[in-house]
């Protein structure tokens, strides 16, 4: 099979007939907060400042896709078109499979001579790819006492779901919160990187389920 790209459900070559030529995957570029100081060397560098980590501006993906010979270019233009042209899809390049970029793709010019026709198309996309499935992390055996959990959450920063059975303290450096049975987010535990998690129950045993979409740069 011809490589190509998965756009929500179609493929470049399988389903809309197009040879992929290029593509083209731009960094997610920082966003830098970088204030000058008169009279001094460099600047004061603030991308930091406000205790979030660092920013990305969305990233742009570019294709440029031929036609086969003998297809139709007028048709397959009102094709492409109506199949992409605006939309808001999930990406997936060959080659990346279990990830997907999450973008608004615009087609951005048709070109034709006696010899080649093609489309090149764009996507402005967020910055971080996602995973295509959740990470789960289940412990059973919670007890009175606290207990680890070990979360790889990954580059993206992120708040985790967590399911709990019954009444659970979930605790996390200085952060500590009592759950009642159910699931829940909570917007303290904000979280990157390899994480430890230490949940108990207030009786007996218990269950708790920590789900999250892994993000990558």
């Given at each position: 099979?011809?490589?190509?790209?998965?756009?929500?459900?179609?493929?470049?070559?399988?389903?809309?007939?197009?040879?992929?030529?290029?593509?083209?995957?731009?960094?997610?570029?920082?966003?830098?907060?970088?204030?000058?100081?008169?009279?001094?060397?460099?600047?004061?560098?603030?991308?930091?400042?406000?205790?979030?980590?660092?920013?990305?501006?969305?990233?742009?993906?570019?294709?440029?896709?031929?036609?086969?010979?003998?297809?139709?270019?007028?048709?397959?233009?009102?094709?492409?078109?109506?199949?992409?042209?605006?939309?808001?899809?999930?990406?997936?390049?060959?080659?990346?499979?279990?990830?997907?970029?999450?973008?608004?793709?615009?087609?951005?010019?048709?070109?034709?001579?006696?010899?080649?026709?093609?489309?090149?198309?764009?996507?402005?996309?967020?910055?971080?790819?996602?995973?295509?499935?959740?990470?789960?992390?289940?412990?059973?055996?919670?007890?009175?006492?606290?207990?680890?959990?070990?979360?790889?959450?990954?580059?993206?920063?992120?708040?985790?779901?967590?399911?709990?059975?019954?009444?659970?303290?979930?605790?996390?450096?200085?952060v500590v919160v009592t759950l009642n049975a159910g699931t829940i987010t909570i917007p303290d535990l904000y979280m990157s990187g390899d994480q430890t998690l230490q949940a108990k129950v207030t009786s007996g045993t218990g269950q708790i389920i920590i789900t999250w979409r892994e993000g990558s740069l």
């Amino acid at each position: 099979m011809a490589r190509g790209t998965i756009f929500g459900t179609m493929h470049s070559n399988i389903d809309l007939g197009l040879i992929q030529q290029k593509i083209e995957i731009s960094p997610a570029e920082p966003k830098l907060n970088l204030v000058d100081i008169p009279c001094a060397d460099g600047s004061k560098d603030m991308t930091e400042s406000l205790g979030v980590g660092v920013k990305y501006n969305d990233r742009e993906i570019a294709w440029t896709f031929a036609l086969y010979p003998g297809a139709d270019w007028f048709e397959k233009q009102a094709e492409i078109s109506n199949a992409l042209n605006g939309k808001r899809l999930h990406i997936t390049p060959d080659g990346m499979d279990g990830w997907y970029y999450d973008g608004r793709i615009s087609v951005d010019n048709y070109t034709s001579d006696r010899l080649l026709h093609q489309i090149t198309v764009k996507a402005i996309c967020f910055p971080y790819k996602r995973k295509t499935s959740d990470t789960v992390a289940t412990r059973e055996d919670l007890s009175t006492s606290y207990k680890n959990l070990s979360l790889h959450i990954g580059p993206m920063p992120q708040i985790p779901v967590i399911t709990v059975a019954q009444e659970t303290t979930i605790k996390w450096g200085d952060v500590v919160v009592t759950l009642n049975a159910g699931t829940i987010t909570i917007p303290d535990l904000y979280m990157s990187g390899d994480q430890t998690l230490q949940a108990k129950v207030t009786s007996g045993t218990g269950q708790i389920i920590i789900t999250w979409r892994e993000g990558s740069l």
